[in-house]
């Protein structure tokens, strides 16, 4: 896998290049795992914090047309991980304490600050990702304007009723999916 320069890294991140993704994850990732499991967490916690450090990650670009860190972008994920960790932890009763560092040479930059609206929609990536396929797509023509009858014309239904009734069903699963994760009980509790 090739190496990238901070600015490859951001204008792949800003075109969503899959090369940078892929080289993100296999390079930031078993930082971020070691992170999190070396304070209290597990695999799926690890996923989940890197993920959310991902969507800040892209919003903060998409936000920001010269987006630039001062570090290295790895330091910025991982700070962002760093962050999140902490505030799951707080909000999980675990108390305030000071993570064991998985990296001892990291310079951190603090990141420009997110809300929990960050964290809600990483929620519904999560949540998104467990419909089934066809829900998956029926919602995302929706949010991207298509007709109900474009919809069932493109996925190959003779009716567009049928749309209707599936995306209302789509809809309440995936809403139903989110009320179900523990960490959108903890935010609603914040």
């Known amino acids: 896998?090739?190496?990238?320069?901070?600015?490859?890294?951001?204008?792949?991140?800003?075109?969503?290049?899959?090369r940078v993704l892929r080289f993100i994850y296999v390079s930031y990732y078993p930082l971020i795992q070691k992170l999190i499991k070396g304070n209290s967490g597990n695999e799926h916690d690890a996923e989940d914090i890197f993920q959310e450090s991902l969507i800040v990650l892209f919003n903060n670009i998409r936000e920001t047309s010269d987006f630039s860190v001062k570090s290295d972008l790895q330091t910025y994920v991982y700070s962002i991980a760093r962050l999140l960790w902490l505030k799951k932890l707080r909000r999980d009763k675990v108390g305030d304490r000071v993570l064991k560092e998985s990296h001892p040479y990291i310079d951190f930059e603090e990141p420009k600050p997110f809300d929990d609206g960050d964290l809600r929609y990483a929620l519904y990536q999560k949540?998104?990702?467990?419909?089934?396929?066809?829900?998956?797509?029926?919602?995302?023509m929706t949010n991207e304007g298509a007709s109900h009858k474009e919809i069932a014309d493109l996925l190959g239904f003779n009716s567009d009723n049928y749309i209707k009734k599936?995306?209302?069903?789509?809809?309440?699963f995936l809403v139903a999916r989110i009320k179900e994760m523990p960490d959108y009980q903890n935010l609603k509790d914040d």
């Open 1 to 18: 896998m090739s190496r990238f320069t901070q600015d490859e890294l951001i204008d792949g991140l800003r075109r969503r290049d899959n």
């Open 127 to 140: 949540a998104f990702l467990d419909l089934p396929a066809d829900c998956q797509q029926i919602l995302r």
């Open 166 to 172: 599936r995306k209302h069903y789509c809809k309440e």
